[in-house]
């Protein structure tokens, strides 16, 4: 069938810089790049190219660049380019739309629209990163109120606290599983958060054994297709996380096709080669909270009721009613994902229409549970599109015990967002499994990155903390005083529980 679709992107070589040397051609796995013998120069066909940069940043003589290809169609308010391309793929393929990464439209970041207070006449910090600032956090269910300190026949106190995590600042990794990233991706964030003093994330396609050293630092998840779920594993890691939902796609599971579940993978998630690997929405066993509860205490019992239980769902309507049933369901944490969380793939019209930002979910569930009087029977972690420390700052704020990243974590090493994971042929080696492309990924480096990225948020913000005239995070957490509005809405104000700027 014609294709009707112009390309999206442009490659510009300038001749002159051009050595011939091919590098394009190597590092690029869609074949954009091709040296033709007769013309003794480099062509290149833009149909193919996903604008991942590898090719840009790797030539050695800084010959490309890649630049929009400013196709465009009859100007038309109601039909867009991109509507019309979309179309035509679909009327090309029969299929579903599909993407990867998060939501990129133009909806409103919130946290963009939020400022932090600063002390004047009282005393901000005179060195936050001399002076001590302390960015620990602990997540876990906490008692209620104070009571009598019990202690045992020695006259040792005893410590009745639910199983806690304990981490050096409030982030950790999010959930990316081996088989949606590759094994160098997986090692470089599982030595990185153990370095770090955080943890990361299995996801839901089990645990390889190589990471198991890991374990102290390692969230282990179980989604609904229990792949790679035993008891070994449940008591692998540091806590147990039940995926209910995420943010990229709320209301649908996750699907690894087929193609990618091969050799270690198979095994880790304990399923054929080749077949497909399907989460689905739903937990065959869970259809209530009463249901979850169920869940949540099975799990506790495998791990002798020594890890955290965190239950993972995505940011959507009715939140706080949601959040409040699970806070009552035995789970020491929640985590909620944002509308803009990232994905290894889903379908482009869920991804882009469904759920709801994170910072309206944060202030939304942390307002419900302190009403309610049960905001300490769990911490809350949040994540959908934490891009820098002033974010993490803002979520701590509006009443986050500590963020997930992920896109951020993928960034750091290398990720250049180009959107096409679901193709398996990322040229920056992290969502795919070819081996020659996971090869291009050193677990060194990856981890290096992530830990440099990690040690410069801290610097950040202590910084921060320390302009507020606050030394501790958990001084921060909830406390909306520090946060002015700029260009939002009564409605949203209100929802975020913050004043205008100028109030
Ligand atoms: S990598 Fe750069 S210099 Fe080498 S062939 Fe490609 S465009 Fe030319
Ligand atoms: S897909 Fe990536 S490596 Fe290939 S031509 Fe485009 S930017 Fe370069
Ligand atoms: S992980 Fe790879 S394929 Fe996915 S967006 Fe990043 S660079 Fe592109």
Known sequence: MINYIYPEYEIVRNYDKCINCRVCARQC????????????????????????????????????????????YRTNANWSCKTIDE???????????????????????????????ASQVTNPSIDPLREPMETKVSLGARPHGTGCVERDSQGRIVNNLPPQLSLSMPVMFSAMSYGSISYNAHKSLARAATELGILYNTGEGGLHEDFCQYGKNTVVQV?????????????????????????????????????????????????????????????????????????????????????????KIAAVHNISAIASGIARSGADIIAIDGFRGGTGAAPTRIRDNVGIPIELALASVDRRLRDEGIRTNVSLVVGGSIRSSVDVIKAVALGADCVYIATSALIAMGCHLCRSCHSGK??????????????????????????????????????????????????LKGNRLMLRGVGLNEKELEILGIKHAGE
Not at 45 to 53: E, G, P, Q, R
């Open 223 to 311: 989604a609904s297709g229990r792949f790679g779920v035993h008891v070994g594993y449940l008591n692998s890691g540091a806590a147990v996380e039940i995926k209910m939902g995420q943010g990229a796609k709320p209301g649908i599971g996750g699907h690894l096709p087929g193609t990618k579940i091969v050799g270690d993978i198979s095994r880790t998630r304990m399923i054929p080669e080749g077949s497909d690997a399907i989460s689905p929405a739903p937990h065959h066993d869970i259809y209530s909270i009463e249901d979850l509860r169920q869940l949540v205490y099975s799990l506790k019992e495998a791990t002798e009721y020594k890890k955290p239980v965190i239950v």
């Open 87 to 117: 179309l035509y793929k679909q009327s090309e393929s029969g299929g579903v739309l599909l993407s990867g990464m998060g939501n990129p439209e133009d909806y409103p970041v919130y946290f963009d629209k939020i400022l932090l207070n």
């Open 29 to 72: 796995a869609n074949q954009v790049h091709d040296y033709v013998e007769k013309l003794s120069k480099m062509l290149c066909d833009d149909s193919k190219c996903v604008n991942c940069h590898r090719c840009v940043v790797l030539c050695p003589t800084r010959a490309l660049k890649i630049v929009p290809s400013g196709n465009t």
């Open 426 to 475: 990322c040229n920056w080696g992290i969502a795919t499994q070819i081996p020659e492309l996971v090869k291009r990924l050193n677990s060194d480096i990856g981890s290096e990155r992530l830990v440099n990225l990690m040690n410069a948020w801290r610097h950040e913000i202590k910084e921060m903390m320390g302009l507020m005239g606050i030394n501790s995070i958990e001084s």
